[in-house]
C-alpha cells in the first residue's frame, strides 16, 4: 500500500541546494506582550458562567462572576468529583463587603500567568483582588488588597450534592439513593465541608486565610475520595501548607509553570484579532482543563456549571474535544485521552458482548472516566464511537512519531475496535459485506451500512493493513482485513445530495452533526483534491451545511474545516465568523441545554487548517501544506513550530500576501514532502546540503521533497527571492487595534449611521444577555432567537455623531399576541449611565416565526455620543419573539 502513491509521483527537477553556514531564523515573539492582547477584559462584573472568568490547573477549577445576592463567587469545580459517574455542583465562595450600596467591579483574566485580577467598588469599599489556581498543587488562591473599607470576607455555600442529570430532568431521588447532608467544621485555623456520598466516597472542600502585609490571603481546596468515606486531613493539609508558603512562593512556582508552558509550544498569528484572540483562549482553555496525569477534558472541564450531559459523550464530543492539540503542538495535552483509554481497556472489551470478549472492544455513547458504557441497547447502535477515538489517538501517534506508542498501546486496541465490527459484517446478494441498521450519531432516522460506521471500519482497516507492513508485525488477522475492505460495501450515495446517512436513507432533514461525512473529514479516506472525489465531496458540503433548522456551532466548525480542506479561502473564514458571532459566548464558552466545550475547541483546530494542513491519503503518507486555504484578505501571517502530521515542527512567514520563507524541522526522520507556496526554484539553508526534488503528486499539484534527517532544520525559501538575515524573522502580525482584548466584555462594534444618518441594530452587531438567545437564521438573513427567559435582553451600542429625532420600528417574527417589549436608550457620559428614553409595544402575532413584518414603536431623541439601546421583556413575561431588527428613521 505504501508504495501506491509514490508510483503516481512524476519527478521532474532534482537540485542540490546548499549554504556553508546556516541562515538564522530570528524568534522575536514576546509571548507576554503578545498574550495580553488576548486577555480576557470586562468593564463591568460578568452576571453568568457563560460570561466569567474561569482558572484552572487540569484538575481544579473555578469560574468567577456575580450571581443573584453575590457580589462576586468562585464556583468550587474538581473535574473528578462524580456520584454514580455523573458529574456534580459541589458549591461556591462568595465575597462579602460591608455596606448597602451598589457594588461595582472590573476584571481581567491575564493569559500569560493564568491569573484572573479585579476591583470591587462602592460607596463604602474599594478592593482589589488577585486570584488563580496553582498550575501544580491542588489549591486556589485569592489575594485581597481592601484599600478602602473593612476587609472582604468569604463564605462557603454547599450546594445539594445531587447528580447532575437528575437534577436537571428535576429527577425524584429515591431515600436509598439520596446523598446525606454536608458537614461542616474547623480544624484548627482551617474550616471544612464533607461530603458522603451514599454510593461511598465523596468529597471535602477546605479553606482557610491569612492577612499579611496589609492583604488578605485565601486559599482553598476541593479533595475527592471514589470511595470509602472521604478523609478531610489531605485537604486540610493542603490549605495549610500554601498558606505556610505565601503569595510570593505560590504565584512564583504558578507563573513559572505557564510561562515556560506557553513559549513550549506552537505559535501562530493573523490579521484578524478577534479569531487570534479566540484561538489563544482556547490553548489556554486546554491547559488549564486538562494535563497528562489528570483527567480526560469531558463536556465542562473542571468548570462545572448546571447540565444535562453530565459526563463523557463518545459520539463525537471527545474527539473534538483533543482535535486543536495536535497542530498546535501540545501533544502533552492529548496524553489526558489515550492514557484514559490505556486505562480503561479491559472495560473496553467488557462492553461488548461476552463471546465476543476475546477479540473486541466498544462503547456506547456516554461513560465516566472508567469508560464503562456497553453497546446493547439503542445506545450500543452508534457501533463506530471507539474507533472514531481511537483516530486521535491515530493523530497523537501521526504528530508525534512516537512508533512504541503506536505498536504496543495503539494497535492493539484498534485491533479490538476493528474485531468488533467484523463481528457484524454480514454478506449481501450483491457479494459486499455490509453492517445492520444502526444510529448515525444524532440523526432520527436508523439505516444499514450508515457512513460513518463505513468510513471508521474503512479507516480503520487501511491503517492496520499499514501498520502491519510498516512495523512487520505479520499478523495472522491481515489477509481477513484485506478481504473485508475489497468486500466491504461502498458509501451510500445520492446523486442529487451527495453521502447520504445509510442505504436508503438520505439526508432528508436538518442535522447538526457531519457523521456521514467523516470519509471526508477527519479521516480523509476520500480525496478533496481529486477531480474524481471532490465534486461529490462539494455536493455533500452543500447539502448539509445548507439544511437550516438544526445546525449549531459545531456544524460551522466542521465546514470550515472541509472548505478548508477544500481550498475554499473565504468561505472557510466567512464560515468560521458566523460561528464565532452566532454561536460562542461572551467569554468563548459555548451552552446548549449545558456546556459543550468540545465545539470551541473544534474552532481553534478549524482555524489551524486554514494555515497548516498535513493529511494524505496513504496512512504514512506526508503532505505538508503552508497556508492552504488563507484568504487573499489575510496578507501577513506567521506560524512557528507548529506540528504536522509526520512529526515535523513547521514555521512560515506569509507578507503582503506571498510566503518568504518556509523552516521545518524533522522530529522523527519521516519523508518530508511539502507544498511551500514557494516561488520555484526553492532553494535550501542549513547545517550542510539537502537535496531537493521538485515534483507533481498525483492530483498535477506541486510538491516539494527534502532529504531531511531526524533532529535536522532546513529553511526554505524562493531562490528569485532569497532573504537577507535580518528578513529571516518570526513575529506576530500588527493587530486590529479596535479588536484587542475582544473577549470578557465582548468588544462589539458600535452601530454607525448609513449615509441618511438611520440606524440598523441586527443581530451580528448585538451583545447577548443570557444563556438562551441565540443568533439564528431565518429566510437567509439573522434574528435573535429562543427568547424563552423574561430575565433575557438584547443591546447595542450606537455611535450618534449629532443629536435627532428618530422614528423607532422593530422588525420580528412570532406565532402569537400579548406581551409588552420595552426598548430603553442610555446615554453613556464619563463612565456615567443616565437613562434618556424608554418605549414600550405590545407583541403583535405575525401568523409564523418565520413571518417577519415591521412594526412601529413610537419616536424617540437621540443626543450626540455612545448610546445604549437595550430590548427586554416590559411585563415580566418571556418575549417569545424572533427579532430581526430595530431600526431608528431619522425625521
Known amino acids: 500500500m505504501k508504495n501506491t502513491f509514490q508510483k503516481l509521483i512524476w519527478v521532474f527537477l532534482v537540485t542540490t541546494c546548499s549554504s556553508a553556514v546556516a541562515e538564522t531564523v530570528t524568534d522575536r515573539i514576546d509571548w507576554s506582550a503578545f498574550l495580553s492582547r488576548h486577555d480576557l477584559v470586562w468593564e463591568s462584573l460578568p452576571k453568568a458562567w457563560?460570561?466569567?472568568?474561569?482558572?484552572?490547573?487540569?484538575?481544579?477549577?473555578?469560574?468567577?462572576?456575580?450571581?443573584?445576592?453575590?457580589?462576586?463567587?468562585?464556583?468550587?469545580?474538581?473535574?473528578?468529583?462524580?456520584?454514580?459517574?455523573?458529574?456534580?455542583?459541589?458549591?461556591?465562595?462568595?465575597?462579602?463587603?460591608?455596606?448597602?450600596?451598589?457594588?461595582?467591579?472590573?476584571?481581567?483574566?491575564?493569559?500569560?500567568?493564568?491569573?484572573?485580577?479585579?476591583?470591587?467598588?462602592?460607596?463604602?469599599?474599594?478592593?482589589?483582588?488577585?486570584?488563580?489556581?496553582?498550575?501544580?498543587?491542588?489549591?486556589?488562591?485569592?489575594?485581597?488588597?481592601?484599600?478602602?473599607?473593612?476587609?472582604?470576607?468569604?463564605?462557603?455555600?454547599?450546594?445539594?450534592?445531587?447528580?447532575?442529570?437528575?437534577?436537571?430532568?428535576?429527577?425524584?431521588?429515591?431515600?436509598?439513593?439520596?446523598?446525606?447532608?454536608?458537614?461542616?467544621?474547623?480544624?484548627?485555623?482551617?474550616?471544612?465541608?464533607?461530603?458522603?456520598?451514599?454510593?461511598?466516597?465523596?468529597?471535602?472542600?477546605?479553606?482557610?486565610?491569612?492577612?499579611?502585609?496589609?492583604?488578605?490571603?485565601?486559599?482553598?481546596?476541593?479533595?475527592?475520595?471514589?470511595?470509602?468515606?472521604?478523609?478531610?486531613?489531605?485537604?486540610?493539609?493542603?490549605?495549610?501548607?500554601?498558606?505556610?508558603?505565601?503569595?510570593?512562593?505560590?504565584?512564583?512556582?504558578?507563573?513559572?509553570?505557564?510561562?515556560?508552558?506557553?513559549?513550549?509550544?506552537?505559535?501562530?498569528?493573523?490579521?484578524?484579532?478577534?479569531?487570534?484572540?479566540?484561538?489563544?483562549?482556547?490553548?489556554?482553555?486546554?491547559?488549564?482543563?486538562?494535563?497528562?496525569?489528570?483527567?480526560?477534558?469531558?463536556?465542562?472541564?473542571?468548570?462545572?456549571?448546571?447540565?444535562?450531559?453530565?459526563?463523557?459523550?463518545?459520539?463525537?464530543?471527545?474527539?473534538?474535544?483533543?482535535?486543536?492539540?495536535?497542530?498546535?503542538?501540545?501533544?502533552?495535552?492529548?496524553?489526558?485521552?489515550?492514557?484514559?483509554?490505556?486505562?480503561?481497556?479491559?472495560?473496553?472489551?467488557?462492553?461488548?458482548?461476552?463471546?465476543?470478549?476475546?477479540?473486541?472492544?466498544?462503547?456506547?455513547?456516554?461513560?465516566?472516566?472508567?469508560?464503562?458504557?456497553?453497546?446493547?441497547?439503542?445506545?450500543?447502535?452508534?457501533?463506530?464511537?471507539?474507533?472514531?477515538?481511537?483516530?486521535?489517538?491515530?493523530?497523537?501517534?501521526?504528530?508525534?512519531?512516537?512508533?512504541?506508542?503506536?505498536?504496543?498501546?495503539?494497535?492493539?486496541?484498534?485491533?479490538?475496535?476493528?474485531?468488533?465490527?467484523?463481528?457484524?459484517?454480514?454478506?449481501?446478494?450483491?457479494?459486499?459485506?455490509?453492517?445492520?441498521?444502526?444510529?448515525?450519531?444524532?440523526?432520527?432516522?436508523?439505516?444499514?451500512?450508515?457512513?460513518?460506521?463505513?468510513?471508521?471500519?474503512r479507516w480503520g482497516l487501511q491503517t492496520l493493513l499499514a501498520c502491519n507492513e510498516r512495523l512487520s508485525l505479520n499478523d495472522p488477522l491481515a489477509s481477513k482485513w484485506r478481504e473485508t475492505l475489497e468486500k466491504l460495501v461502498p458509501y451510500p450515495v445520492d446523486p442529487a445530495t451527495g453521502y447520504m446517512i445509510g442505504a436508503g436513507q438520505p439526508l432528508a432533514e436538518s442535522h447538526r452533526h457531519f457523521s456521514h461525512l467523516l470519509m471526508v473529514y477527519p479521516l480523509h479516506m476520500v480525496d478533496p483534491e481529486s477531480s474524481s472525489d471532490r465534486p461529490l465531496i462539494e455536493k455533500s458540503l452543500e447539502h448539509w451545511i445548507g439544511f437550516a433548522g438544526a445546525l449549531q456551532g459545531y456544524s460551522f466548525t466542521g465546514a470550515s474545516a472541509i472548505s478548508s480542506w477544500l481550498g475554499r479561502s473565504g468561505a472557510n473564514v466567512k464560515l468560521m465568523d458566523e460561528f464565532l458571532y452566532r454561536y460562542v459566548k461572551a467569554n468563548t464558552m459555548y451552552l446548549e441545554a449545558g456546556p459543550v466545550i468540545?465545539?470551541?475547541?473544534?474552532?481553534?483546530?478549524?482555524?489551524?487548517?486554514?494555515?497548516?494542513?498535513?493529511w494524505a491519503m496513504e496512512p504514512f503518507g506526508t503532505c505538508i501544506r503552508i497556508f492552504p486555504s488563507v484568504p487573499d484578505a489575510w496578507k501577513d501571517v506567521t506560524i512557528h513550530r507548529l506540528l504536522a502530521e509526520g512529526a515535523f515542527e513547521v514555521s512560515a512567514v506569509r507578507r503582503d500576501g506571498v510566503t518568504r520563507f518556509v523552516m521545518i524541522r524533522s522530529l522523527a526522520g519521516n519523508v518530508c514532502k511539502v507544498r511551500t507556496g514557494l516561488e520555484e526554484p526553492v532553494i535550501t539553508s542549513g547545517t550542510r546540503a539537502f537535496t531537493v526534488l521538485a515534483e507533481k503528486d498525483r492530483n498535477g499539484l506541486p510538491l516539494t521533497t527534502v532529504d531531511l534527517k531526524k533532529g535536522e532544520t532546513v529553511v526554505l525559501m524562493s531562490g528569485k527571492n532569497r532573504l537577507k538575515p535580518d528578513e529571516l524573522l518570526i513575529e506576530p502580525v500588527t493587530p486590529q487595534a479596535d479588536r484587542l482584548n475582544y473577549y470578557g466584555s465582548r468588544k462589539v462594534p458600535p452601530v454607525r449611521p448609513d449615509t441618511k444618518g438611520c440606524f440598523e441594530a441586527v443581530p451580528k452587531s448585538a451583545s447577548l444577555h443570557g444563556s438562551l438567545l441565540l443568533i439564528e437564521r431565518k429566510g437567509g438573513q439573522d434574528n435573535v432567537g429562543r427568547w424563552t427567559d423574561a430575565k433575557e435582553y438584547l443591546s447595542w451600542t450606537l455611535a450618534v455623531p449629532d443629536g435627532g429625532k428618530y422614528s423607532v420600528i422593530a422588525v420580528y417574527a412570532a406565532t402569537g399576541g400579548g406581551g409588552k417589549i420595552a426598548l430603553e436608550l442610555v446615554k453613556k457620559n464619563e463612565g456615567r449611565a443616565e437613562r434618556i428614553g424608554l418605549l414600550e409595544m405590545e407583541k403583535q402575532g405575525t401568523g409564523g416565526w418565520d413571518k417577519f413584518q415591521e412594526h412601529s414603536i413610537g419616536e424617540i431623541d437621540l443626543p450626540a455620543g455612545a448610546v445604549v439601546l437595550s430590548v427586554r421583556s416590559a411585563d415580566g413575561k418571556p418575549p417569545m419573539l424572533n427579532l430581526r431588527a430595530i431600526r431608528l428613521v431619522r425625521k
Open 598 to 614: 468540545e465545539t470551541p475547541l473544534a474552532g481553534a483546530a478549524a482555524l489551524q487548517e486554514v494555515l497548516l494542513q498535513s
Open 50 to 457: 457563560h460570561e466569567a472568568a474561569f482558572i484552572g490547573n487540569g484538575l481544579v477549577g473555578a469560574t468567577i462572576y456575580s450571581e443573584g445576592e453575590n457580589v462576586l463567587q468562585w464556583d468550587v469545580g474538581r473535574s473528578d468529583v462524580t456520584d454514580r459517574g455523573s458529574r456534580l455542583a459541589i458549591g461556591r465562595f462568595a465575597v462579602v463587603c460591608d455596606g448597602s450600596s451598589p457594588v461595582t467591579g472590573k476584571m481581567r483574566l491575564d493569559l500569560w500567568n493564568a491569573e484572573a485580577t479585579g476591583v470591587l467598588k462602592s460607596a463604602a469599599t474599594d478592593i482589589a483582588w488577585r486570584s488563580f489556581i496553582h498550575a501544580e498543587r491542588p489549591v486556589a488562591v485569592i489575594e485581597f488588597d481592601s484599600r478602602k473599607g473593612a476587609p472582604a470576607r468569604m463564605v462557603y455555600q454547599p450546594l445539594p450534592a445531587i447528580p447532575a442529570r437528575d437534577e436537571f430532568k428535576k429527577n425524584v431521588i429515591p431515600p436509598d439513593k439520596m446523598n446525606p447532608q454536608p458537614q461542616m467544621g474547623k480544624t484548627g485555623e482551617v474550616d471544612w465541608c464533607v461530603q458522603s456520598f451514599k454510593a461511598g466516597g465523596g468529597y471535602i472542600v477546605a479553606w482557610g486565610e491569612i492577612a499579611r502585609n496589609g492583604k488578605q490571603l485565601f486559599v482553598w481546596t476541593v479533595d475527592y475520595a471514589a470511595t470509602g468515606t472521604p478523609n478531610a486531613e489531605r485537604a486540610i493539609s493542603s490549605v495549610k501548607a500554601a498558606i505556610a508558603d505565601g503569595m510570593e512562593v505560590l504565584a512564583g512556582s504558578h507563573r513559572a509553570w505557564w510561562n515556560a508552558f506557553w513559549p513550549r509550544g506552537g505559535f501562530f498569528s493573523i490579521p484578524d484579532t478577534r479569531m487570534e484572540s479566540f484561538y489563544w483562549i482556547q490553548i489556554y482553555k486546554m491547559a488549564a482543563g486538562t494535563r497528562p496525569d489528570r483527567p480526560a477534558l469531558d463536556l465542562m472541564g473542571p468548570w462545572f456549571r448546571r447540565t444535562p450531559w453530565p459526563m463523557i459523550w463518545w459520539n463525537l464530543n471527545i474527539q473534538l474535544t483533543y482535535w486543536p492539540v495536535y497542530t498546535a503542538n501540545r501533544l502533552e495535552l492529548g496524553e489526558s485521552l489515550i492514557n484514559m483509554l490505556d486505562a480503561g481497556t479491559s472495560n473496553l472489551i467488557n462492553n461488548v458482548p461476552a463471546d465476543w470478549r476475546n477479540d473486541s472492544a466498544a462503547i456506547g455513547r456516554v461513560s465516566s472516566y472508567d469508560c464503562r458504557g456497553g453497546v446493547g441497547g439503542k445506545d450500543g447502535e452508534e457501533r463506530g464511537n471507539l474507533t472514531w477515538t481511537l483516530h486521535n489517538y491515530w493523530l497523537h501517534y501521526r504528530y508525534s512519531g512516537d512508533e512504541v506508542m503506536l505498536k504496543n498501546r495503539l494497535v492493539p486496541l484498534l485491533k479490538c475496535a476493528i474485531g468488533y465490527y467484523l463481528h457484524l459484517l454480514k454478506p449481501g446478494p450483491d457479494g459486499k459485506l455490509h453492517l445492520p441498521i444502526s444510529l448515525s450519531p444524532e440523526y432520527s432516522k436508523k439505516a444499514p451500512d450508515t457512513n460513518y460506521d463505513l468510513s471508521l471500519l
